[in-house]
């Protein structure tokens, strides 16, 4: 009992700190870019996890390098598939459907692989579904339409984020924090080939700092609480993964939108649609069913 509920705390922390990375992540994205503002996020996140490592330490093995970038490669592709589809689709209906494949997919896998849950613990699995879901509704225009490509990526961004999770749990428990770096460093490198390619694809130099000039102390503050956050959230969702069950984790840290909502509220003054508000209670709900089934 006691472990469960170890293991529910861990990984709502870790929930809680994707969600304020995202939050600061944003306003840094709004400020230089979506490009720029995320490899800034990954390198203080890879700052972050070898500090991590020099504290907390880690053993460095074939399956913890594999696995880690097995993870990495996943979350940058999410990442990508994710920023096409806020392109070429309205954002109400797609981050719902990409914040259910997030939880959804950790289940299925944990489910084909065996896993046992109690009736109470199904019972928070359907409750954070739920609210994995209402919590990334906003209000919108019913007569928008989704086109296929919409569709597509949209999907393929929530499975990729979803097979991340998944792939960190089968890193070796004796691994550490090694799997959490991999996985940073390695989307680190690849934010950084793709930034490069981009900008020689339109004609500009490879590197550029002008957006970071222009951006001003305060944002770059900003991008560098989102990165260690990121970092922190990893490192945590990797202990909570060796200690815990897949399906229960992987539910959980999709609960990482109530923290930006929230923040959104408190800060930039937004809020909260019926659907997000149900989507909120149902969360704490669940948790609180995840820790007591």
Known sequence: ???????????LASALSYGVSDFFGTLGARRFGVMPATTLTYLWATVALVAGLLVVGGTWSEGAVFWGAVSGVAAVVG????????????????????????AGVPVGVATVGGTR?????????GLALASAVLVSTSRRDGSVRVSRQAWIVGIGSGIAFGLSVVALSFAPGSAGLVPAFVEIALGLLLLL??????RRSAGRRPFSLGPLRSAGPRWIAGSMVAGVLLGIGDALLLIALYSGNLAVVGVLVALYPVATILLSIA????????????GVGTALASSALFALG
């Not at 469960?4 to 705390?9: E, F, K, Q, S």
């Not at 800060?267 to 149900?278: F, Y």
């Open 117 to 125: 849950l109690s009736g109470a613990a199904w019972i928070a699995v």
């Open 267 to 278: 800060v930039l003054g937004e809020r909260l649609t019926l659907p997000q508000s149900i």
């Open 1 to 11: 009992m006691i472990l469960v509920i170890l293991v529910v705390v861990l990984t």
């Open 79 to 102: 990442f990508v598939l994710f920023y096409q589809a806020l392109t070429v689709g309205p954002v109400s209906v797609l981050s719902p459907v990409i914040g259910l494949l997030v």
């Open 193 to 198: 080939v793709l930034g490069m390619w981009r």
